[in-house]
């Protein structure tokens, strides 16, 4: 072989490349069937020879790059070969052995009987097999031993409980059924109920919304205007009925009669009117869910006028308010129809008309409903007047008692813009709605006027009946059209429901007896504000959730319907 000058970088090694690459290829293998052992069997020999092949493999490598002795490099690189063949045949054969044996049956241990107590496995009807005595007892399928037996463990484990006893993972949740409720959301024009229907041994009782210290919130909206503590803020409810008399100009008491416009006008600001509806939504809803432990409701109803056609404008908004209050894909339903589901406490057939008398806050709605197999549909036009109601009656009453006062003090009381005038008045507003309420109940009621004017005074249910005597016998009128328009006469109906705060008033039955006669008699159930979304809360959660139609409810043997959670609502004092 020819020397190599001093300072020149070595001859590659050409005799030592045919040997080189099988040499790694059955190193490598040598080494990762090493390593595969050890890593199965954890024997520190495996290891061991792991990394003696790999180290041969690098120090041949090496080697055969700059090596002054070839001769050596290549007797190793020969070496390796040799035992890397042996010692793969031995790792492939061992790690081989090692599969088979992990992939083969366990060998039984002892095997001792043990009584099981736990349930029996299911059986199928082809495994079951009947005595040939006519016995009741089946026999055991032959696929299983005639005797329960459990191997003996090799070392302790601790026993597994039976399956009830069994703890659940925190990710599984108690049966469904138990947490399914329903939700009906009554937005009205002065006012707005909220109603639950919870499960209670089997039947749905419906549980009204608390709204502080009422069931009822005013639908009311108050824009708040900015100051240096905190930023503007759109309040609903009573907090925008406290907070209005301060800037009245902030306040509109009533958006759903604002449905159709684009805006709403709040002192120096303007919302769009599904800004307002949003939020009068949201409270209701998480008023709910609060009420309700946060657990969301499996179905939602919103309630509408019945003059709402279901592709119409109205409610459209409605539902663009409920989507942006967070309300998800809400059921629509007609009031007269929640109504009359709320108020059937007797069985209906199939035929059989009801009309309802719906008489709330601000607007008066009436409606012929015929019972069909599926529910209730409506018969004719709908009627009543979208601006009579019982704000009517509290301004006319507040008007009386205003008269009674001193005549500077009432101007003030109307005109005045300073703080404790305006104060004043607000609460004399509050004061004779109050009053209407009582004289449903009481022949007469106490009314307060507070300072400056600090005057007490009462009212009689006369002289209610006379300011509001004439607006009732109007509502009566156009709810007798609304009957002739189904082509029915009065007795033909099968029942007459009253609801809504106003229908309350003893004068409004009175009226209704007195033109369309007392057959049927006119039937109000339970608090009638709360009567739609009762109905509502009921009908989607009998449908929706038990898929059987609301008014087929069972009867006992007196004829009452077992279910009466809607008359169980106290009417209000």
Request: aromatic letters at 6%; proline letters at 11%.
């Amino acid at each position: 072989m020819p020397e190599r000058a001093v300072g020149t970088p070595p001859t590659p090694l050409l005799p030592l490349r045919p040997i080189l690459w099988p040499m790694l290829s059955v190193g490598t293998l040598t080494a990762v069937g090493f390593w595969k052992l050890a890593r199965a069997t954890g024997q520190r020999r495996y290891f061991t020879w792991t990394t003696i092949y790999a180290g041969a493999m690098l120090a041949a490598i090496l080697g055969s790059i700059g090596a002054k002795s070839p001769s050596l490099v290549t007797l190793v690189a020969l070496l390796e070969w040799i035992g890397g063949t042996l010692h793969s045949v031995v790792a492939v054969t061992a790690y081989r052995r090692l599969q088979l044996a992990a992939a083969a049956p366990t060998a039984p241990a002892a095997k001792v009987p043990v009584s099981v107590p736990a349930a029996p496995a299911a059986v199928t009807p082809e495994e079951t097999k009947r005595p040939p005595d006519g016995g009741t007892a089946p026999l055991v399928s032959r696929r299983e031993p005639p005797e329960p037996e459990i191997a003996v463990p090799r070392r302790e484990d601790p026993p597994t409980p039976p399956h009830e006893d069994r703890p659940k993972p925190p990710h599984e949740d108690p049966p469904k059924l138990r947490h399914e409720w329903a939700l009906a959301i009554d937005f009205g024009t002065t006012a707005t109920a909220a109603v639950a229907a919870v499960r209670n041994g089997g039947v749905w009782q419906v549980e009204p919304v608390r709204f502080g210290d009422d069931n009822r919130m005013p639908s009311m909206v108050f824009w708040r205007t900015p100051d240096r503590e905190q930023p503007g803020q759109l309040l609903v409810g009573s907090d925008a009925e406290a907070w209005a008399a301060g800037a009245p100009a902030n306040l509109e008491p009533t958006p759903k009669r604002r449905i159709g416009q684009p805006t709403i006008t709040l002192g120096d600001r303007t919302i769009p009117v599904v800004e307002a509806i949003t939020e009068i939504l949201r409270v209701a809803y998480l008023g709910a869910l609060e009420q309700r432990a946060g657990n969301p409701p499996s179905v939602i109803c919103l309630t509408h006028p019945a003059r709402w056609e279901p592709d119409g404008p109205e409610l459209e908004i409605l539902a663009a308010a409920a989507r942006a209050a967070g309300i998800p894909e809400p059921i629509f339903m007609s009031e007269p129809e929640a109504a009359a589901i709320g108020y059937a406490a007797r069985q209906l057939r199939p035929g059989d008309h009801v009309a309802v008398f719906d008489f709330g806050g601000g607007t008066l709605d009436t409606a012929v409903l015929r019972r069909t197999d599926e529910g209730f549909q409506l018969a004719g036009m709908t009627g009543g007047n979208p601006f009579l109601g019982g704000e009517d009656f509290d301004i006319a009453l507040y008007e009386f008692i205003g008269a009674l006062l001193d005549p500077d003090a009432w101007h003030r009381l109307r005109t005045s813009r300073e703080r404790s005038w305006v104060l004043a008045s607000r609460d004399l507003r509050v004061g004779a709605r109050k009053a209407k309420e009582r004289l449903s109940t009481r022949m007469q009621a106490p009314v307060y006027v507070p300072a400056p004017v600090d005057h007490s005074l009462q009212v009689t249910r006369d002289q209610l009946n006379s300011l509001i005597a004439e607006r009732i016998r109007f509502g009566v009128r156009l709810f007798s059209e609304t009957i002739s328009r189904a082509g029915l006469q009065p007795s033909q109906l099968s029942a007459i429901y009253l609801v809504g705060g106003s229908s309350y008033i003893p004068l409004v039955s009175t009226e209704i007896t007195q033109q369309l006669g007392d057959q049927p008699f006119p039937e109000r159930l339970g608090d009638p504000k709360l009567a739609v979304a009762a109905g509502a809360a009921q009908a989607v959660a009998l449908r929706h959730l038990d898929g059987v139609e609301p008014t087929l409810r069972p009867h006992t043997a007196e004829g009452r319907v077992e279910d009466e959670s809607i008359a169980d609502l106290d009417p209000p004092a």
